[in-house]
């Protein structure tokens, strides 16, 4: 694997709007045909010293008029996480990244990120492999520094994946 690129890819589906109707009518009204066109590559490793062969895994959320990235990072040693937010996926390719191993959420195997926000708690949470489940809680998802450490769903790896990773498979 020589270069892994996160693709952001911009999906356009052209259908035309349902009527209310009957619901006969309204399945004659769906077209069967849809169009979508995607760009190149938006974001891929930088130039940064810290010699990333790939990004994926995305997890976008659009938020306060900017898009939050949460990422997975491979390098040779592993996987870690990063972070970057643009206004415009025009941007997204000169975003700066925050490398997540810098922030409480540290280092070692972190991997394959999605974050939603939970109004009840007023937190952002960030979900994520680590040798076993884990998030990091942030009340501000533009501040990648200030995720918590992480807390495991598990006290352990349960052992239905620790049966799937003795015969040869994964978490």
């Known amino acids: 694997m020589r270069s892994l690129y996160l693709i952001l890819t911009a999906l356009v589906a052209v259908l035309s709007p349902l009527s209310i109707a009957a619901p006969t009518q309204r ?3 769906i077209q069967n045909t849809f169009r979508w066109s995607s760009s190149g590559p ?3 490793p930088k130039n940064d010293g810290r010699n990333i062969k790939g ?3 995305p997890s ?3 938020h306060n008029g900017k898009y939050h990235v949460f990422a997975s990072t491979a390098v040779s040693s592993g996987y870690n996480m990063v972070y970057l937010s643009f206004t415009d996926f025009n941007q997204a390719g000169n975003a700066q990244f925050t490398y997540l ?3 409480p959420i540290g280092s ?3 991997a394959a990120p999605q974050v939603f926000y939970f109004a009840p708690k007023k937190l952002w949470y960030l979900v994520y492999q680590n040798g076993n489940a884990a998030y990091s809680t942030n009340s501000d998802i533009s501040n990648p ?3 918590t450490a992480p807390k495991t ?3 352990g790896t349960p052992q239905t994946i620790s049966n799937a990773i003795k015969n040869g498979g994964n978490w």
Do not use: E, H, M, P
């Open 145 to 147: 520094y200030g995720w």
């Open 60 to 62: 976008v959320v659009y």
């Open 153 to 155: 769903f598990y006290s």
């Open 101 to 103: 191993d810098q922030t």
């Open 55 to 57: 990004i994926k895994d």
């Open 27 to 29: 399945a004659a009204n």
């Open 108 to 110: 070692g195997y972190r």
């Open 42 to 44: 938006l974001v891929g």
